[in-house]
């Protein structure tokens, strides 16, 4: 498999970032993992915060706690998750996306430099 393939599938499917590390461009790896990581925490914070509010109306009783009850309060909380997740997720993607995309634009220009010595 050629290079620059090879390095866009890593950050593709590995993580963002795996791709820069296989064609040793350490700084820009460890820029995009950063990024990436960012939008994941903040992802999984709000996740977790909207989770945290549905157990503890479980627990003071507001919720009943059977499975109707938590799920619909799971889909009338999915609404404004949406708005509030979009952020996070755009960081994410579009980080994922930009690191395959240069990967690959690395990994074509290094090869390139490698034929012609």
Avoid: N
């Avoid at 290079?3 to 993580?15: C, D, E, G, T, V």
């Amino acid at each position: 498999m050629k290079k620059p393939l090879k390095a866009a599938l890593f950050s593709a499917f590995i993580f963002p970032g795996c791709g820069q590390l296989l064609l040793r461009k350490y700084y820009s790896a460890v820029f995009y993992a950063a990024f990436a990581f960012i939008g994941l925490y903040l992802l999984f914070g709000d996740l977790l915060s909207r989770a945290q509010d549905i157990i503890d109306k479980v627990q003071s009783g507001e919720v009943a706690a059977d499975l109707a009850s938590i799920s619909a309060l799971v889909l009338q909380q999915s609404a404004s998750t949406i708005e509030s997740i979009s952020p996070a997720l755009t960081i994410f993607f579009i980080t994922w996306l930009v690191s395959v995309v240069e990967a690959y634009r690395v990994g074509r220009k290094l090869a390139s430099l490698e034929t012609i010595k």
